[in-house]
């Protein structure tokens, strides 16, 4: 069973941290009803929500992927870079100890759940203002016994790795490759040959020609140029849901073969808030 574990949103939301966008009020009531629009597109998409209660003296503490990185085998209690947030992770570590063992990050390591994007058993882990080098090598320490691999990716531009990228599923990541180091996705760059010069793949690729995910990397699709905001997607159940303001990403996903559904999250995206960030995802 797929459980969705949420929590509501913080009445100091207000006081939220942020770090690309500019301070603007957030209507509380509205961004109750978004959050509870949210977790309602979970369990229609097949999720059970196990929504934890607000915690009034932690503005951010609706954004739980962040203090947690949950695998088959355990969940690693994060260590957050953001020394305000660190309360976030008790109430939410006795949450998910009834599905998982848990383990726990130590100084002088930093990671946030947000930084860590997963394809099957490889970690892919921004190494990014609230994620440090440290912390990215105690997750592997941690998670490597059970056969995963974490590698780091640098981020540059925004907040977390997800904020700049997302796994779709099918070897298929949306991505704003300014903010990431999409190289690092797939251990091998691939250049495209000139659509004229087919035969130049000597040399170059023809993706055309050949398998190229094949070679070791990830299907990168491009986020329109206008909503460079728009990579942090949340696939579920076969549907990637796509934040309501970013109708140009959506019909690329669709015209790229994908169920897409739109949700709007935009009065928490005011405090940083994409649809990875407000949700831990695990079978239970």
Same mark, same amino acid.
């Given at each position: 069973?797929?459980?969705a ?16 966008v ?17 977790e ?10 196990l929504?934890?209660?607000a ?14 990185v949950?695998?088959? +085998?355990?969940?690693?209690?994060? *260590?957050? #870079?953001?020394?305000?947030?660190r &309360?976030? !992770?008790?109430?939410?570590? =006795? /949450?998910?100890?009834r ?12 990671? +946030?759940?947000?930084?860590?994007? *997963?394809? #099957?058993?490889?970690?892919?882990? &921004?190494? !990014?203002?609230?994620?440090n =080098? /440290? ?11 059970f056969?995963?691999?974490? +590698? ?19 070897g298929?990541?949306l ?11 797939g ?27 094949a ?25 990637v ?35 990875t960030?407000?949700s831990i995802?695990?079978?239970?």
């Amino acid at each position: 069973m797929l459980i969705a574990i949420t929590r509501a949103v913080s009445p100091a939301i207000n006081a939220c941290e942020l770090a690309y966008v500019p301070r603007q009020e957030i209507d509380l009531h509205k961004a109750a009803e978004q959050h509870g629009r949210y977790e309602a597109c979970l369990r229609e998409l097949g999720a059970s929500v196990l929504s934890l209660a607000a915690e009034p003296d932690l503005p951010d503490s609706m954004f739980v992927e962040d203090p947690a990185v949950v695998v088959e +085998e355990t969940a690693v209690m994060t *260590r957050m #870079g953001a020394e305000s947030r660190r &309360g976030e !992770s008790e109430s939410l570590a =006795a /949450a998910l100890a009834r599905f998982r063992p848990l383990r726990r990050m130590r100084e002088p390591a930093t990671l +946030e759940g947000g930084d860590v994007m *997963r394809v #099957g058993s490889r970690l892919f882990v &921004g190494r !990014s203002a609230r994620t440090n =080098a /440290a912390g990215i090598a105690q997750l592997r320490s941690e998670l490597e016994v059970f056969g995963y691999s974490v +590698e780091a990716v640098e981020v540059r531009g925004c907040l977390h790795l997800k904020s700049g990228c997302s796994y779709l599923g099918d070897g298929t990541v949306l991505a704003n490759r300014s903010w990431i180091d999409a190289a690092a996705l797939g251990g091998l760059r691939i250049i495209d040959v000139p659509p004229d010069e087919p035969r130049a793949a000597n040399v170059l690729a023809n993706r055309s020609w050949i398998d190229a995910a094949a070679l070791g990397g990830l299907r990168i699709i491009d986020v329109p140029p206008d909503e460079p905001r728009a990579a942090n997607v949340l696939a579920i159940g076969g549907t990637v849901v796509v934040p309501e303001p970013f109708p140009g990403t959506a019909r690329l996903l669709e015209r790229q073969g994908w169920k897409v559904r739109t949700l709007d999250i935009s009065e928490l995206m005011k405090a940083e808030a994409g649809l990875t960030c407000s949700s831990i995802l695990l079978e239970g």
